[in-house]
């Protein structure tokens, strides 16, 4: 395999996923969407190994 960035190759990576989304109809600015998408990229660090968390919040 090739890896053209020097000193990729043979590391342990974890990947942290966080994402947020909203209705279309729903007024919501760039700013929020991105605080949400990112406290859920942070919960998703706290775990061990690979994860993604979705941020929603309970109605």
Known sequence: MFCP????????????LGASFYRQKEQMSFDRLYQEA???????????????TIYHTVE
């Open 5 to 16: 960035i020097s000193g990729l190759w043979r590391r342990d990576y974890k990947l942290s």
């Open 38 to 52: 990112d406290q859920a990229m942070y919960a998703s660090k706290k775990q061990a190994g690979f994860a993604m």
